[in-house]
């Protein structure tokens, strides 16, 4: 079966760049999708298919996605960022949908 | 503005079926590009996708939990069900539902806040 694999945590000071990555077997070739879960609530997509925005996300987050990794970027982070992020894809062969382990953003 | 609320027993017991609704509200669920979905979170975990229906009845599943779960979908009310037979302590979770696009895609747009259930006697 699928795997997606995510780094349990990531640090990163206000105002600093972060990257959370997300590893599949060739995941370049899907479509990759990422959710922000804040404690107590639902998660909420932040980006889908590997780089665009919903509306209402503000453009420092961003994905990219190649190879055997997909990356979720947040430039200029703030304290309101941290959180748990998701990636997630469809395994088109088994048909089914899979999500990521997740990865803790703590703002320093 | 799309708007998706579970509903059902907060408690169930071990080895009984456990039964939700999600309703659809602000939108049709008769959607001809969307499948409609169930989540769960275990408490302190991750996410795990259970299955998505899709207006017609059609469904897909998570294999491991594919002998298990049922899902349907009532278009007069504007309601999908989850129904998970044999349930264990595993199964205690935050159990969300949610929508996701009927083409290659598949991200959740739309979800539910979540409801707890807690598999004990």
């Known amino acids: 079966s699928y795997v997606l694999t995510q780094p349990p945590s990531v640090s990163v000071a206000p105002g600093q760049t972060a990257r959370i990555t997300c590893g599949g077997n060739?995941?370049?070739?899907?479509?990759v999708h990422w959710y922000q879960q804040k404690p107590g609530q639902a998660p909420v997509l932040v980006v889908y298919d590997d780089d665009d925005r919903p509306s209402g996300i503000p453009e420092r987050f961003s994905g990219s996605n190649s190879g055997n990794t997909a990356t979720l970027t947040i430039t200029r982070v703030e304290a309101g960022d941290e959180a748990d992020y998701y990636c997630q894809v469809w395994d088109s062969r088994s048909d089914y949908v899979i999500f990521g382990g997740g990865t803790r953003l703590t703002v320093l | 503005q799309l708007r998706l609320q579970e509903s059902g027993p907060r408690l169930v017991k071990p080895s009984e079926t456990l039964s939700l609704t999600c309703n659809v509200s602000?939108?049709?669920?008769?959607?001809?590009?969307?499948?409609w979905g169930w989540i769960r979170q275990p408490p302190g975990k991750g996410l795990e996708w259970i299955g998505s229906v899709y207006y017609s009845g059609s469904t897909y599943y998570k294999p491991s939990l594919k002998s298990r779960v049922t899902l349907s979908v009532d278009t007069s009310k504007n309601q999908f069900s989850l129904k998970l037979n044999s349930v264990t302590a595993a199964d205690t979770a935050l159990y969300y539902c949610?929508?996701?696009?009927?083409?290659?895609?598949?991200?959740?747009?739309?979800w539910g806040q979540g409801i707890l259930v807690t598999v004990s006697s």
């Open positions: 602000g939108g049709s669920i008769r959607s001809s590009s969307h499948y």
């Open positions: 060739a995941i370049g070739t899907k479509n």
């Open positions: 949610a929508r996701h696009l009927l083409y290659t895609s598949r991200q959740f747009d739309y």
